[in-house]
Every structure is written in C-alpha cells, then in structure tokens.
C-alpha cells in the first residue's frame, strides 16, 4: 500500500515573489488606492499591512505638522537700497576697483565693476 499523502488546493490568490508582490500593489495601489487596499488584503498579511498603515498614517501626520509649522514661520528678508550715487561711491573707494557703468534696476541701483587694470598681478 503506498503513503498517503495529503494534497491541498491551490491558494486563492497566486503565490508571488515577495518583493514582486509589493511592486504589484504599489503600481495598483497608485492607480487606484482602493483596489490596491483590497488586492492587498489576498496578497499581503494582516501584520504587513497594518505596519503599512500606521506607516502612513505617521509620515502624513508629520508632513501635515511640518506643513502648518511652516505657515506660522515669519520670514524676513533685509536689504539696503541705496541712494543715487552711494553705491558708485563706495566701489569707488576701493583703489583696486573702477566703476564701468551704473544703473536703476528693480528698485534699486547697481553697477558694474571691473578690476583695476594697474592691480592685477603680472607673472
């Protein structure tokens, strides 16, 4: 008489690769968050997925927290402006530098600069 052995039904759900199975339910899951959560059901354990939820529950709560810190913050931003001819007085009072060209831009004067041609160094 042979052994008996016992054979069991395939599984409802095909056996997958594991890492193969959460490539599948993440590609579902962006495409459709709500078939990706019950495709999840078959293909992953109830352990995996509820670390998965609190997961995102945690990382969702933390952003929105991060998010509403940074409404309250109050940034300042500090500069001069300067008055005509300030800014091409004090470049010019640097013997190394010449002013070649001044203007008005954006609220605010600015100029070009070149470096004098008697301090560059010759080798």
Known sequence: MKPSTSISPPPAAPIFLSNTKRSLISGV????P????????????????????????????AFAETMATLREVT????YHVFQKDELENL???????????????HGNWCVVVEKAADSVPHD
């Open 34 to 61: 709500m078939l990706g959560h019950r495709l999840s059901t078959l293909l992953v354990s109830v352990e995996e997925q509820l670390a998965e939820e609190v997961t995102q529950k945690i990382l969702h709560e």
């Open 91 to 105: 470049v010019n009072s640097i013997p190394s530098l010449n002013v070649t060209r001044s203007s008005f831009e």
């Open 75 to 78: 940034f300042y931003r500090f």
């Open 29 to 32: 899951n962006r495409w459709s």
